[in-house]
RNA sequence: GGCGACGUAGCCAAGUGGUCUAAGGCAGAGGUCUGCAAAAUCUCCAUUCGGCGGUUCAAAUCCGCCCGUCGCCUCCA
């Protein structure tokens, strides 16, 4: 144990499956209290869907946690704005071209736009923006740099698509994904290069594509990094040959990732990734999603049907991120209601001026902790809220855990009326109904509960349920009433349409 | 064809050898309260973990077989 790291003892003591090991460890990063994440970004030739969002709260609910132990993050993110194929080969189209050219716009603009949309996605979900956003394209002069020493080591070697790494010279190059090489049929999907000296081999710098729009001067002509290039050669600008955690989607393990171990290990020597952790799919409908599925939905088809970002991030905080997750809009609809639900509660609390209440905190820390079971932790919130404790405590107590969710309930009011609009509720409906409010309040003071109830009909059928309080009638939205239908002027005497009247 | 994962209440989903007569959320049922409702509150809601065998003092948890679903092997989070 490093002097660091024994300086931060006493922290949580955090535990997390590491891909590499394929076993749940004792998280120690290299130099505590620091930890570098990378955080395997978009590449943005198109818009960022609900699984994208599901790994990216996985790794924001990681970096949450890590800075509720006390740890400095920095995390690194790369924008793949060139370089992916459309295929497996290196000589396939770029997507980003292949977008630019059906949407009759260049790379470039292409690569703004979906990075703009990705970034207010993420944003809107409540995950954290990472300290460095790397664009490839910005740092081209990296991955040169990263290419040259690999070839000065003797891992390249040069064929007519351009420089190319020898996986053969990395001894360990299976092992990360245990890959079985040889069980492998070369060529079964992707047409066989007959200049490679093994299958896996992959394009570092890729040259000879005259028709390529981006394009870069290397020692090797003009051309373009491969694939997998760019994001080594950003960790290591931005965190050192050393990462804590590689962040990504578990789809990643078989190629990227094993080429990126590949290629960093070859050109330091050193170990290039501490631990690896990995996001389990979403799948919709107990299906795979894909374009020809047509299940492909995006945060804006979320808000569409009425549902607000959050409740994505409260579905999958209700599920292991390290299990597959069926995406459903009945299991939205009753994650939405769930943290409507939270939302009222918390929006009732008083200021969080009361003390953390220790029995739960520490349930909920070992739950956290524990390789993130934030089912367990969510749990440990209703707990809480129905324990009998002072209320300014339950509020900090509830505060405290949700830096680690992120869900975002000290500010419950605000989300709850957010929510309410996105519903399509407007204000003056609300004071509509208010008003019948008060009129049945009236009757009830006279006795004249027909009338009373009559007025209490009108209410629900604009939308609401009275709630008599010690305080006076209130009057709540009803969660399944679609306000958006409800844009013709209503009576403001009956809350029937005005035209027919009353 | 090869590899892997999963199958827990109406739905989503934890739990991986005893504390499980199985978390939590959604939906649902009943009582109290209320003029009646709603809200609140209390209580209930899988004797059972796909099926069948086996190991064990003890299994949802380990092993075997079967059935079912899905994923990966190719760019994908």
Avoid at 377 to 400: C, D, M, N
Wanted: charged share 25%; aromatic share 10%; glycine share 8%.
């Amino acid at each position: 144990m490093t002097q660091q790291e024994k300086n931060f003892e006493g922290s949580l003591k955090i535990r997390l499956y590491n891909t590499k090991s394929r076993e749940v460890e004792l998280f120690q990063p290299y130099f505590a209290p620091r930890v570098g994440i990378y955080s395997c970004g978009m590449t943005v030739y198109g818009y960022a869907h609900v699984g994208h969002i599901r790994t990216y709260t996985n790794s924001d609910v990681l970096r949450r946690l890590l800075e509720y132990a006390g740890y400095q993050v920095t995390q690194v993110m790369n924008v793949t704005d060139v370089g992916h194929m459309t295929s497996d080969e290196d000589a396939g189209e770029d997507k980003l071209e292949l977008g630019a050219r059906r949407e009759g716009k260049t790379p470039w603009e292409i690569a703004e736009f979906y990075e703009d949309h990705f970034f207010s996605t993420i944003a809107e979900c409540n995950i954290t923006r990472p300290e460095v956003i790397s664009r490839a394209t910005e740092h081209i002069g990296e991955q040169i740099g990263l290419v040259k020493r690999l070839e000065d080591n003797g891992y390249t070697y040069k064929t007519d698509v351009g420089v190319i790494f020898d996986t053969s010279k990395f001894g360990r190059y299976a092992e990360f994904a245990r890959l079985d090489l040889e069980g492998q049929e070369a060529g079964a999907r992707v047409a066989v290069d007959d200049q490679r000296r093994n299958p896996q081999d992959f394009a570092l710098w890729i040259t000879n594509q005259p028709n390529h729009i981006m394009q870069w001067n290397s020692p090797w002509g003009r051309g373009f990094p491969g694939w997998h290039i760019e994001c080594s050669a950003m960790a290591m600008r931005y965190l050192g040959d050393q990462v804590d955690i590689h962040t990504g989607g578990i789809d990643h393990i078989p190629v990227h990732h094993t080429n990126e171990i590949a290629q960093s290990e070859c050109a330091t020597g050193r170990q290039y990734v501490k631990y690896w952790f990995h996001s389990a799919f979403l799948n919709v409908d107990g299906r795979k999603m894909s374009k020809s599925l047509n299940n492909l939905y995006t945060l804006d088809d979320v808000r569409a049907r009425g549902y607000s970002p959050l409740a994505l991030r409260y579905l999958f905080l209700n599920g292991f991120y390290r299990r597959d997750m069926n995406f459903t809009w009945e299991a939205l609809e009753s994650a939405q209601r769930g943290l409507a639900r939270l939302w009222g509660a918390c929006a009732e609390l008083p200021a969080p001026t009361g003390v953390v209440i220790p029995g739960f905190i520490e349930k909920f820390e070992s739950a956290i902790s524990n390789d993130l079971n934030t089912m367990n932790a969510l749990a440990v919130v209703s707990g809480v809220l129905e324990t009998k404790g002072p209320p300014e405590s339950k509020a900090s107590t509830i505060y405290k855990m949700d830096e680690v969710f992120g869900l975002d309930l000290a500010n419950s009011r605000t989300r709850l009326s957010d929510f309410w609009r996105l519903r399509g509720l407007r204000p003056e409906h609300k004071m509509q109904a208010e008003s019948m409010a008060d009129k049945r309040e009236k009757a009830r003071k006279n006795k004249n509960f027909s009338e009373a109830d009559r007025l209490r009909d009108r209410i629900n059928n604009m939308g609401f349920q009275v709630e008599d309080t010690p305080q006076g009638p209130k009057i709540v939205p009803m969660f399944d009433f679609d306000f958006a239908a409800m844009r013709k002027p209503v009576c403001g005497h009956c809350g029937v349409d005005e035209k027919t009247g009353c």
